[in-house]
């Protein structure tokens, strides 16, 4: 029996997204209750779990586990396929942000037994991961230190599956399938040139580069996995896992390897609205059998095919002169009337469709209202909504309950409904001028793309979220990104720190982490820090700026005694407090008055200063004209003539 | 539906949980091919009669008709589920007639004899309460021989049809026409092999017979109306022999039949009993069942996030492409069929 246990392949599925990228629908509902071409995803993919051979698996919820518990307990009472081979646990956990917190928790909770299979909740696949686990259990016999086998599916690389997600740029060591480099582009990035480490070239005689990868965000791990995240505790997700791994390869001894799909495989990751729509038209299209859109309905077969593509429910009715084009989906007891003209769209149950109505590339989901002569082109409209006559919609994501006025005209808004006053329903607009704007509300994190619908059918550039917000407030900063992103990082903790009234010994931490997060130099580290200190967004608002350093100062002297200790480091920190104060207008012409507080609280020493100050000159820097510099060394010189004086 | 039967039931929990994991072995693929559906079909079936607490016909009939109407249902392109299903019941039935002393030639039978028969028959499912368990089981241990010999026995057969110096042509892979191929492989016949939509099955079962002693030339699937005036038989597998004498068989082989009546080049199709379907070559749902995309093209390239793919599973070849069947039993006429049918499985179980 023991042994029977060993061999039952486990499987983690992490339920949350850690993203933005489906407001608002995700708000209210659970990603794996989103319906993809009318099945929930989770169906999809506790399916392809059991097809694939796989005996138990973990669902890891950070939020609405209740919505998901009582999902799969009503599929056990309907005695589900999947339910009866499949041993299906759920974990939740409200505290966990992330995808590394998720790790950590399972390694904490001892859950998984071995070797196991990772993937998230928007993986939809078909592969045979019992075959795949195997492989990994070889690939590990040739190599003890092997993590983890990423497995990717291959395709052209202007499919809209790459195209409109983050690409990703692969170097791998052809004989041996172990990954050397792993890079993330943003959609659409202009970035021509690809940069390679000369080492991943000269130490392997045979290295492959890889652009036309679709992540399907599956891996299958070793036991080492979930301690390797506790270690590290600034792993945040799959990403910074890989790069950690990557860059510290020798001191973690693991390593990464891939492995690709079969051609007649199908595997892909919904990470946005537009490989929504795409994965949902593939479903459609039968690429991803088994799983196809009778799913969740326990193989009854309820649907009616009618050709080109075309699906209906057999109690669903349609009227005589209305037109299905190609690829439609319709869902039980809707109705669609007259002259109306549906291509590539999924509709669900209980909708009424008016007359003269046209809907393209659209998903509508259940119990929606849609009157006379409306147009609705690449919206996603959820449950409960009712779309006024007249109306036009392009590009619309609209939350559940909202309500259409007449003969509105709307591209590319995000709709919510929201509550006053007990009853009193209003919708509330994200307003958007240009109809561009809204893909750029992912300002929360900075690695989300919000990708929205396309509205006009053409892959426009303007879908594409260009800069988010870390990037952004410091836009003539010629620093690279990483460690722009770490100086964002430092100030944060530094702020939250100095509000909160935290121990600096804690600070120090985060800044390690952050440190090791983004493969900071020490010397850049002194930097940033200081930089960082005079940088924080209470001395914007503040009114006397030098009381405030000075308290700032006091408060965070552990922390930059920590750092500035030696003479090369009170160089660093001089230096930072150079750049603050030709950066930030808050310390306009008060350059002499920091350093003097520097000065005074013994953290940079005489000599240091003069040395500086040399520079200052040499540099041509325009901080050496300004008058509380000049002023501040004079100040000194005469100070140490006195001293010397009275030695 | 019938006088004689009880009312649709449902299963209760355990059946439908068994029932439930052979539809899901079967659709991901665990349980590949019609014979190997046939042969799991009636496994099910045993265990879920063996089961049952209830011993009397009525009740078990009911039962396996319940579970052959979830099978039909989910698993409508596999007509062998259905079959096998009916084959059982008609052996409950046949049991039950036996016992109760009354003519076992229940099929078929003329009108007069049906009328005068009813109350009679009528009362042929009343509750009895005699254990057919143990003569069921027999039964179906005579069924699961018959599966396993349905092979062999097609294939002895071969001799008759195949002569020396024949040019034959099959179109795609099947297991049951290597068979066949095989054991007339003594005789010095030529094989042509058109490629099936299943290529890769194709040359390796050109490459098993070429071993194995038969000249094989692998053809295109588009060469086969030119080759056509130069052969002289057609073998074919089907999937499935319908009920008015037409055949099932794997996508594009309308064309070789076609092209074979055109050229009036006779057409042998080998069916195995447990391929014989009472179903009606009708439009429908089954005969439009659509394969998986990527077995007509590999998920990879722009297009085919772009295109529609339709790789339709089935071809439905009709009665007058047909010269022959060839059941276990011999060969048959495809007008013959109707006859087989009856033999087979009682009319009443014709609708599940």
């Known amino acids: 029996m023991e042994n029977d246990k060993e061999n039952i392949i486990q499987a983690v599925v992490i339920m949350d997204l850690f993203n933005n990228n489906f407001e608002p629908i995700s708000n209210k509902n659970p990603m794996g209750l989103l319906p993809v071409a009318g099945v929930p995803i989770i169906d999809y993919v506790l399916e392809s779990l059991v097809s694939g051979g796989v005996g138990e698996a973990i669902l890891f919820c950070c939020q609405d586990s209740l919505q998901i518990k009582d999902h799969v307990k009503k599929c056990k009472e309907n005695k589900v396929p999947w339910s009866i081979t499949l041993d299906v646990q759920i974990i939740s956990s409200d505290t966990c942000q992330t995808m590394g917190d998720v790790m950590r928790e399972i390694d904490a909770a001892g859950l998984v037994r071995g070797y196991f299979i990772l993937l998230g909740i928007n993986s939809i696949t078909n592969i045979n991961f019992a075959a795949l686990l195997e492989q990994h259990k070889q690939t590990c016999k040739k190599d003890k230190g092997a993590a983890m086998t990423l497995v990717y599916k291959e395709v052209a690389w202007q499919h809209p599956l790459l195209s409109n997600d983050k690409t990703l740029l692969l170097a791998v060591d052809g004989r041996n399938h172990k990954i050397l480099m792993h890079q993330k582009y943003k959609p659409k990035s202009k970035e021509t040139s690809v940069s390679l480490p000369l080492e991943c070239v000269l130490q392997h005689s045979e290295v492959k580069l890889h652009n036309n990868l679709v992540d399907a965000n599956i891996a299958i791990c070793s036991p080492s996995v979930p301690p390797l995240f506790s270690d590290n505790f600034d792993f945040q997700n799959r990403d910074d896992f890989i790069h950690g791994i990557l860059i510290n390869e020798d001191i973690l001894a693991s390593s990464l390897y891939y492995t690709m799909m079969k051609e007649t495989q199908y595997g892909a990751a919904i990470t946005n609205w537009k490989t929504y729509q795409t994965v949902c038209w593939d479903i459609l299209h039968n690429w991803v059998y088994p799983l196809s859109i009778e799913t969740d309905s326990f193989y009854k077969n309820t649907f009616m095919y009618m050709g080109r593509h075309i699906f209906r429910k057999t109690n669903s009715s349609l009227s005589r002169s209305c037109t299905l084009v190609e690829d439609v989906l319709v869902g039980a007891k809707t109705h669609i009337s007259d002259m109306s003209r549906v291509s590539k769209s999924m509709i669900g149950n209980n909708c009424t469709i008016g007359n003269h109505v046209i809907i393209h590339g659209s998903h509508i989901m259940n119990n929606v209202v849609i009157k006379d002569n409306c147009q609705i082109i690449n919206s996603f409209i959820n449950d409960n909504c009712i779309v006024e006559m007249n109306s036009n919609l392009e590009g619309v994501v609209a939350s559940d309950n909202v309500c259409i006025e007449e003969g509105s005209n709307l591209k590319g808004n995000i709709l919510v409904e929201t509550i006053k006053n007990g009853n009193d329903i209003t919708l509330k607009k994200t307003s958007s001028e240009s109809g561009t704007e809204w893909e750029n509300e992912s300002s929360g994190k900075e690695d989300d793309e919000y990708v929205g619908f396309d509205e006009e059918w053409s892959n426009s550039e303007s879908c594409y979220s260009s800069d988010s917000s870390a990037e952004s407030s410091l836009p003539d900063s010629p620093i690279p990104e990483d460690t722009n992103i770490f100086l964002q990082e430092v100030i944060d903790s530094l702020a939250r720190g100095y509000e909160e009234n935290l121990k600096c010994d804690y600070l120090i931490l985060e800044i390690n982490s952050s440190r090791y997060a983004y493969n900071i130099q020490l010397h850049e580290v002194n930097f940033f820090v200081v930089r960082a200190l005079l940088s924080m967004p209470i001395l914007e608002d503040t009114k006397s700026v030098l009381s405030t350093v000075k308290d700032i100062l006091k408060y965070f002297r552990p922390v930059i005694s920590n750092y500035i200790k030696t003479k090369s480091s009170i160089m660093d920190c001089l230096k930072a407090v150079e750049d603050s104060c030709i950066k930030n207008i808050w310390l306009d012409g008060k350059a002499g008055q920091i350093i003097h507080l520097l000065y005074e609280a013994d953290i940079v020493d005489e000599d240091s200063l003069l040395e500086w100050y040399e520079d200052l000159k040499e540099n041509e820097s325009p901080l050496k004209d300004q008058t509380s510099i000049v002023k501040f060394f004079e100040w000194l010189q005469e100070a140490s003539e006195e001293s010397e004086d009275s030695d | ?352």
């Open chain 2, 1 to 352: 539906m019938p006088p004689t039967e009880g009312s649709l039931k449902d299963l209760d929990d355990k059946t439908s949980e068994s029932v439930v994991k052979f539809v899901s072995e079967v659709r991901s693929g665990k349980i590949q091919g019609s014979e190997n559906i046939a042969v799991a079909t009636v496994d099910l079936l045993e265990k879920i009669i063996s089961e049952s607490e209830t011993t009397n016909a009525l009740s078990l009939c009911n039962l396996v008709r319940a579970v052959g109407r979830n099978l039909v249902q989910a698993l409508p392109t596999e007509l062998a589920a259905g079959n096998m299903v009916r084959r059982v019941l008609r052996a409950i039935r046949d049991e039950q007639r036996a016992h109760a002393n009354q003519s076992v030639e229940g099929a078929g039978e003329s009108l007069q004899r049906l009328v005068l028969a009813a109350p009679s028959r009528r009362a042929t499912l009343g509750p009895a309460a005699r254990d057919l368990k143990e003569p069921i089981r027999d039964h179906i241990a005579e069924l699961r021989a018959e599966l396993d010999a349905s092979t062999s026995s097609i294939s002895s057969q071969a001799r008759s049809h195949v002569h020396a110096d024949e040019l034959l042509l099959t179109y795609g892979a099947s297991a049951l026409v290597e068979c066949f191929l095989r054991a007339a492989g003594t005789r010095r016949f030529r094989l042509l092999l058109a490629e099936g939509p299943d290529v890769a099955e194709s040359h390796a079962m050109a490459a098993r017979l070429a071993t194995a002693g038969v000249s094989v030339a692998l053809v295109g699937g588009a060469a086969v109306g030119a080759l056509m005036p130069r052969v002289n038989k057609v073998v074919l597998g089907a999937a499935a022999a319908l009920a008015g004498g037409a055949a099932l068989a794997t996508a594009g082989a309308l064309a070789v039949t076609a092209a074979a009546a055109h050229h009036a080049v006779s057409v042998v199709v080998l069916s195995p009993l447990w391929s014989l379907s009472a179903l009606h070559a009708r439009g429908g749902q089954l005969f439009e069942a659509l394969a998986p995309a990527s077995r007509a093209l590999p998920y990879q390239g722009v297009e085919s996030a772009l295109v529609r793919v339709e790789a339709p599973l089935y071809d439905v070849v009709p009665p007058e492409h047909i010269t022959l069947f060839i059941t276990n039993l011999g060969g048959s006429s495809p007008s013959y069929i109707y006859r087989l049918l009856s033999e087979l499985y009682d009319p009443n179980d014709y609708q599940l």
